[in-house]
């Protein structure tokens, strides 16, 4: 009688652990909800406008129009200036406050800094403050008739409308840069932290002094979170509401379609819901857009 050999035995596969999807839970449950969702039906009402029948007091009732929305935004006179204003406004504020965010978190991060806690505080501050209550306090601050600040620059001989139509776009940009600049510093301080304390004692020893250790060693790395800032920043920049807004009951140069995000609000108080819902889509796409790209612009320049 012959022994037959024994059939191999099978490989269990591995249970595939659930614990992970318990942990992205907390994320995806709010991103769903608050995200996806919204995003979701403010497409659905996109492709529909409201018609009246009967006369101007005639029932109204929502009628599917496609991408005719999208159209009629595209093609409106007041887009491209709201458009342009924004970036130009990107260009200008998102450099200036990175590099006060990154001058504050080096001079933090130094050795010779002192009382970092309070500073700490005193620069995050800013950002603590409600966003209408800062633009309230610097729309008076640029009230000729109120405001200190104007009166010191009439005494130096500089008669500046900080209200006008010229300045009104930069006087939102120093509110914008005073309310995240200490947000943006605490991100950039915080990466700082991770910095090994045997490189700079290092660079040190081999002669290099305070900015060449900030600039050559400290900087590059915490490029990942420099580039985390600007993405921040872009996406910010596109949902600028708050200011405009505010500052629309203190001067005329403010329109209502002085932004995109200002546009699709008046679009929406004028019961326009599917103008406003896919200005809102084009926002976030153009949004996606950019940050996906200066994502890979400054990913590629890091490699």
């Not at 059939?7 to 249970?15: D, S």
């Not at 010779?112 to 500073?119: D, G, M």
């Not at 005329?252 to 599917?274: C, K, Q």
Request: with cysteine; aromatic share 12%.
């Amino acid at each position: 009688m012959t022994a037959t050999s024994a059939p191999p035995a099978r490989r269990r596969r591995p249970r595939r652990s659930t614990a992970p999807l318990l942990f992205l839970l907390p994320f995806l449950v709010p991103f769903v909800l608050f995200t996806l969702l919204p995003v979701g039906y403010a497409f659905w009402q996109s492709l529909h406008k409201t018609e009246r029948t009967g006369g101007t007091f005639g029932r109204t009732e929502s009628v599917f129009a496609g991408f005719e929305q999208y159209a009629d935004i595209v093609t409106a006179p007041f887009l491209a200036d709201s458009v342009l204003r924004v970036a130009a406004f990107a260009l200008v504020q998102i450099p200036v406050m990175l590099l006060f965010s990154l001058t504050l978190a080096l001079l933090l991060d130094s050795a010779v800094a002192r009382c970092k806690r309070f500073f700490r505080l005193v620069y995050f501050v800013p950002y603590g403050i409600p966003g209408v209550v800062a633009a309230l306090m610097w729309a008076f601050l640029y009230d000729p008739r109120l405001s200190p600040v104007v009166d010191g620059l009439r005494s130096l001989g500089l008669h500046v409308d900080l209200l006008g139509a010229d300045t009104i776009l930069w006087s939102i940009g120093n509110v914008v840069t005073w309310t995240y600049t200490g947000y943006n510093m605490l991100i950039l301080y915080a990466a700082l932290q991770a910095v090994p304390s045997d490189i700079e004692e290092a660079a040190r020893m081999d002669g290099a002094g305070g900015w060449t250790v900030a600039l050559r060693i400290k900087v590059p790395v915490i490029r990942p979170a420099l580039v985390l800032t600007g993405v921040f920043s872009v996406i910010g920049t596109f949902q600028l509401f708050t200011e405009p807004q505010v500052f629309r009951s203190v001067s005329t140069s403010v329109t209502s379609t002085y932004t995109p995000n200002l546009a699709a609000y008046s679009l929406a108080s004028g019961d326009d819901y599917g103008g406003a819902a896919a200005l809102s889509v084009l926002l976030a796409a153009v949004t996606f857009v950019l940050s996906f790209a200066f994502l890979r612009f400054t990913t590629r320049r890091q490699a």
